[in-house]
């Protein structure tokens, strides 16, 4: 049947249009209306002709037709950039749950009424013969940042400002001395436009290793022949990922079209960038969380205007509106941070393949431990896999001992650190090398334990880890089960059985303890609340300023230390037992990529592992750095219990400032929910609601929140279901109370 009315989204510019109007399309114009094409139609009473664009097609009527009103007219060439972005914030607000307005936030820069920052770039205003004298007498002086930014310019000539001052960390009133000597000189936009001659030799082309020109080849070909689709680069750190996104780039832009790269914001090092920066030269562009919100509009209009081909950045740089997107990378594809936290609450996963879809481009993800996600549609054939199994740094993978605490404790040590572990760490400190411990703790594991027999209390139901409350319960955030704490294991009966504790402080007070003499760095939440710190932190380790580094998972990403030779993980069980179906697969590749930072440079590296558990798949095959047996492995335990990927699972959550209206609430959609199968759904049983439960972190700033889960393979039946609770609550003109939807939440609630 003909689509003869069209849900049009009127005006963008002025905000106050939340919802789709709905047209009749005249007979004239049906074939000529698809998605996303802009239109004129008479809106409000006085019936001015606006422009719009029609974000859907309906063969059916919302409401009398008699009294719609027309499609004036179709702008002509196809579906403009703008067309593009409007759809994307229908399919977004479609797919995640949101409003429209939320979506077309996410999707279109703010606009900015003052004229954005001007783009400024810092170059050398000397001879290099010069250039190198200054840097000796500032090497010479201690004159270390005018130093560092000098050795870069030497090395590439020209750098954009903010990259200078965001990531080499060099202030200002630097950059203003070396301009007062006359050594740089800082220009503004109008000079960035004629392409400025960064050296491209300085990153010369790599012959690429078989593996490489192979991924490189079956991507293009494909393209050539008109193939688009998502391709997995399986390879391990250091096996020439990047060196193939950057073949590919450059022939994507060879064939006229530009390119995305996400990179998640922690590992947008400033090694990463220059090594883009230097191949391409000022045809890139990155974004980031740091750029006001005068400098994303500015970047969204180069690209506009064709001024670049490249954007990098982490997730919302999948929104650059390019004319004509022809590559989308998506690196460390496994990262949680690929995830919105606020509504919609879009992967970018899954949305960088409807930009892909929307503009007829390809996606590559790479990763070294890929989501079981991405694994599994390899594995189905949805993806192609690429994979890439030499390291080309040279290099030995590091050895891997996993230490068993439960033997630990009963040989006598109850120091959180092991023998072994102790044992290395002497051992470096007297060889005067680096080493990194590590703990993988996440935000709220109240997860209970036996120190004796490394036993874990789990839900009998979801096979998840139950949480500990106050006033003496265990609970399961997913379904609600809960029996009352214990005294004793269960098992072994020790009295040894608790909730799991140990921060970074208490680490790096017991190793003050040990080590007097070693030089500390902590890094975690408490030590990087400013954003910049991160860095500093990283750099200073790298500079070998300290013995030791202690943090959490943050430590893990980014940069490379060579003089890194021993990796401690204090508790692999910390994120293993996270009361979260994803609890494995988190583990696995925090503890992979955690021991791939031990020995990247010429000296061996080694990884101790300590564990409550030896035993468990994440931890065995972590330790082997096999992937494979922990994919085939953790599929199964997917498969049984119907999680992710094998189902999707859309969580809903309550929040409300009375406790029991919001229990309340929560019983009352879970069950409406649960009413919306039909018969053939109710009888095979596929279709489940688990819950309602409260969330993990049950109450927060006097506002309770509860939550429950509904798990079904066929997507589309669960986003009719949160449009019919959407609607529900809607009806029911909530005040105290907020609905909030989650489809396969990377977190648990
Ligand atoms: P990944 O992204 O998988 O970690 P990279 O692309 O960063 O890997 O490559 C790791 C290192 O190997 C880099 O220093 C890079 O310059 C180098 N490299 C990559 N490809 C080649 C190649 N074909 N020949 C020589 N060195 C290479
Ligand atoms: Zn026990
Ligand atoms: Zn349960």
Known sequence: MDNRYADVIIDIAHEKVDRPFQYRIPEGLIERVTEGSCVRVPFGAGNRLRKGYVVALKSAAEYEPSKMKEIDSVETGGVSVEGKQILLAAFLKRNYGSTMIQALKTVLPAKVSVRAVELKSVRLAIARGEAEEALALFEKKHQTARARLLKELLFVDCLPYGLVTRKLHIGAATIKALKEQGIIAVDTRQRLRNPIRIKTAAEEKKRLSAGQQKAVDTVLSDYDAGIRRTYLLHGITGSGKTEVYMHLIEGILARGRQAIVLIPEIALTYQT????????????????????????????????????????????????????????????????????????????????????????????????????????????????????????????????????????????????????????????????????LFINRRGYAGFVSCRACGHVMKCPHCSVSLSEHKGGRLVCHYCGYEEPSVKNCPVCKSPYISGFRAGTQQIEEKLGELYPQARVLRMDADTTKKKESYEKILAAFAGGDADILIGTQMIVKGHDFPNVTLVGVLAADMSLSVGDYRAAERTFQLLVQAAGRAGRGALRGEVVIQTYQPENAAIVHAAAQDYRGFYEEEILYREFLRYPPVCNMMAVQIFSGEEERGAALAKRLAERAAQFRDEAEKADKRLCVIGPAPAAVGRVNDIFRFVFYVKYENYDKLIEIKDMLEEEAAAMQLKNELLQIDFNPVNTF
């Open 273 to 436: 960038l220059m090594r883009f920066y230097s191949r391409f030269g000022d045809r890139v562009s990155v974004m980031n969380s740091t750029l006001s919100a005068g400098e994303k509009y500015d970047q969204c209009e180069r690209a506009k205007r064709g001024e670049i081909d490249i954007i990098i950045g982490p997730r919302s740089a999948l929104f650059t509106p390019f004319p004509n997107i022809g590559l989308i990378v998506m690196d460390e594809e496994h990262e949680n941070s690929y995830k919105s936290e606020s509504a919609p609450k879009y992967h970018a996963r899954e949305t960088a393949e409807e930009v892909a879809r929307l503009h007829g481009a390809s996606v590559v993800l790479g990763s070294a431990t890929p989501s079981l996600e991405a694994f599994y549609r390899a594995q189905q054939g949805r993806y192609l896999r690429l994979s890439l199994t030499e390291r080309l740094t040279g290099g030995q993978l590091p050895s891997v001992h996993v230490v068993d605490l439960r033997k630990e404790l009963k040989e006598g040590n109850r120091s959180i650190f092991s023998r072994k572990l102790q044992e290395l760490l002497d051992d470096r400190l007297a060889k005067g090398q680096q080493s990194m």
